[in-house]
């Protein structure tokens, strides 16, 4: 009852405020308040005002088009509305973007019913097909603390997790050794999931390729101890870079990963070649759907004698650990042997 008050005094006021203040609101309202806005109605449930909302003021934000219309879809999916989705789908793709449409993914099931999901699948496909082949695995340096130009740091790769990005990754991979004592390199992969998402493949060439030059630009640029490498990655990006290390794609110290899964490349006699020169350290959740990947791999550790670390958060889901910074230092604390 109280849920449907508020609602309805919301309507009313929101309503009312829009007729006499259309033109100023839509001046004044940022883009971080219409999302906390519509994200707030959506915790609540509101989903059909929430939806409302988004649709007066979009235009307001042009620039962020495809985030908006990401958002639409989603709430259509709250109120099963799928047939709705479609137009925003075809929109989308008219601007170029691109929503990484599959059947394979349970998602979507719902769309099959639909005579428009064939040609809508097809062209998502065909947009992020020929996005990939042109895109790059691109990347931002954070200098420590107090950098010296005349000091010789170690570096730290860091991998988003699959459906991530650069901006959403950068808010993460912080503690006091590492901001201090390492060259920090946030990398983003060139293999889109949707127009502003991306993901990683294990093993794949064009990534070797890309990490290995980008290594050798840091070398070029930079006063770097090649022997202190560490990687870093959470889920996908997490079983990328535990990958690399054991491939020794560049040369590798240890890796430092959250809630990531198994390389089809980890196998006792790889693992056994690495004994003497690389460390590992694994935080995973208790409810992480990734546990099993991690108990197969820590088998596979213990076969072949491999030195590491690995932790299960209670309660924890497939996420970053709400003390981050500390499994951070305690990370680094056993691969540098401290």
């Given at each position: 009852m109280k849920k449907s008050?508020?609602?309805?005094?919301?309507?009313?006021?929101?309503?009312?405020?829009?007729l006499?203040n259309?033109?100023?609101?839509?001046q004044q309202?940022n883009y971080?308040?219409?999302i906390?806005?519509?994200n707030?109605l959506?915790k609540d449930g509101?989903?059909?005002?929430?939806?409302?909302f988004?649709k007066i003021?979009r235009?307001?934000?042009?620039?962020?088009?495809f985030?908006?219309?990401?958002?639409e879809?989603?709430i259509?999916?709250?109120?099963?509305?799928?047939?709705?989705?479609f137009?925003v789908?075809?929109?989308?793709?008219?601007?170029?973007?691109f929503y990484?449409?599959?059947?394979?993914l349970?998602?979507?099931k719902?769309?099959?019913?639909?005579?428009?999901?064939?040609?809508v699948f097809?062209?998502?496909t065909?947009?992020?097909?020929n996005?990939?082949?042109?895109?790059?695995?691109?990347?931002?340096v954070?200098?420590p603390?107090?950098?010296?130009?005349?000091?010789?740091?170690?570096?730290?790769?860091?991998?988003?997790?699959?459906g991530s990005?650069?901006e959403r990754v950068?808010?993460?991979w912080h503690?006091d050794k590492?901001?201090?004592?390492?060259?920090?390199v946030y990398l983003q992969?060139f293999?889109?999931?949707?127009?502003?998402?991306?993901g990683?493949?294990?093993?794949?060439?064009?990534t070797d390729?890309?990490?290995?030059?980008?290594?050798?630009e840091?070398?070029?640029?930079?006063k770097?101890?090649?022997?202190?490498?560490?990687?870093?990655g959470?889920?996908?990006g997490?079983?990328c870079?535990?990958d690399?290390?054991?491939?020794q794609i560049?040369?590798?110290?240890?890796?430092v990963?959250?809630c990531?899964?198994?390389?089809?490349?980890?196998?006792?006699d790889?693992v056994?070649?690495?004994n003497?020169?690389v460390?590992?350290?694994?935080?995973g959740?208790e409810?992480d759907h990734?546990?099993?990947?991690?108990k197969?791999?820590?088998?596979i550790?213990?076969l072949?004698n491999?030195?590491?670390?690995?932790?299960?958060?209670?309660?924890?889901?497939?996420?970053?650990?709400?003390?981050?910074?500390y499994y951070?230092?305690?990370?680094l604390?056993?691969?540098?042997?401290?």
């Amino acid at each position: 009852m109280k849920k449907s008050f508020k609602s309805f005094l919301f309507v009313i006021l929101f309503t009312v405020f829009c007729l006499l203040n259309l033109e100023l609101y839509s001046q004044q309202i940022n883009y971080i308040d219409y999302i906390d806005s519509i994200n707030l109605l959506e915790k609540d449930g509101d989903f059909e005002i929430a939806l409302e909302f988004l649709k007066i003021h979009r235009n307001t934000f042009p620039d962020k088009y495809f985030e908006i219309s990401k958002e639409e879809i989603f709430i259509n999916e709250k109120l099963l509305k799928f047939e709705d989705n479609f137009s925003v789908f075809e929109a989308g793709h008219k601007k170029g973007y691109f929503y990484f449409i599959h059947p394979a993914l349970p998602r979507f099931k719902p769309y099959e019913q639909f005579a428009a999901f064939d040609t809508v699948f097809k062209t998502d496909t065909k947009l992020r097909e020929n996005t990939i082949k042109n895109a790059n695995t691109i990347y931002e340096v954070q200098l420590p603390l107090n950098w010296s130009k005349s000091i010789i740091y170690p570096l730290c790769f860091i991998f988003h997790g699959g459906g991530s990005n650069l901006e959403r990754v950068k808010k993460h991979w912080h503690s006091d050794k590492l901001d201090s004592g390492f060259i920090k390199v946030y990398l983003q992969s060139f293999r889109h999931y949707d127009s502003e998402t991306f993901g990683w493949r294990t093993g794949e060439k064009r990534t070797d390729d890309d990490i290995q030059k980008i290594y050798d630009e840091l070398k070029a640029k930079y006063k770097i101890d090649t022997t202190n490498t560490i990687v870093c990655g959470i889920s996908a990006g997490g079983t990328c870079a535990i990958d690399l290390a054991f491939r020794q794609i560049i040369p590798v110290k240890g890796f430092v990963t959250f809630c990531s899964g198994i390389s089809e490349n980890i196998k006792p006699d790889i693992v056994k070649q690495r004994n003497e020169t690389v460390r590992g350290f694994i935080v995973g959740g208790e409810n992480d759907h990734y546990l099993p990947k991690q108990k197969q791999m820590t088998e596979i550790f213990d076969l072949a004698n491999f030195e590491y670390k690995y932790h299960i958060v209670k309660d924890m889901e497939h996420q970053y650990p709400d003390n981050e910074n500390y499994y951070i230092n305690e990370a680094l604390k056993f691969i540098t042997n401290e």
